[in-house]
């Protein structure tokens, strides 16, 4: 099992910055990928970014790629997304989650444990 916690969201302005962080406990974190989701209301949840389990390679969707930078510290079994420039489309609950897989997929079936979510609000 593994258990994932988010934090760091919050309401800020178009053009501004938030950091998002997931605590992740149960498993040896290092043992897995890593990935964002977001949804917003009315909408599927999508991927926006993913991160390998010893973090070179990353993947990202194209509408947040050049804006978010998604990072892990093994030593501290947190994930982060550093998210700059923000568009009020950006407006959504984020989600951090764990496949049972190496590198990051873009298929939301494909990830096995989630968090319980962050709001993130950009207001124009």
């Known amino acids: 099992q593994v258990q994932l916690v988010e934090s760091g969201g919050g309401l800020v302005q178009a053009g501004g910055s938030l950091r998002l962080s997931c605590a992740a406990s149960g498993r040896t974190f290092s043992d897995f990928a890593m990935g964002w989701f977001r949804q917003a209301p009315g909408k599927e949840r999508e991927f926006i970014a993913g991160?390998?389990?010893?973090?070179?390679?990353?993947l990202y969707a194209d509408s947040v790629k050049g804006r978010f930078t998604i990072s892990r510290d093994s030593a501290k079994n947190t994930l982060f997304l550093q998210m700059n420039s923000l568009k009020p489309e950006d407006t959504a609950v984020y989600y951090c989650?764990?496949?049972?897989?190496?590198?990051?997929?873009?298929?939301?079936?494909?990830?096995?444990?989630w968090g319980q979510g962050t709001q993130v609000t950009v207001s124009s």
């Open positions: 989650a764990a496949p049972l897989k190496t590198f990051p997929v873009r298929d939301t079936a494909a990830y096995n444990y």
């Open positions: 991160i390998s389990r010893i973090g070179t390679t990353t």
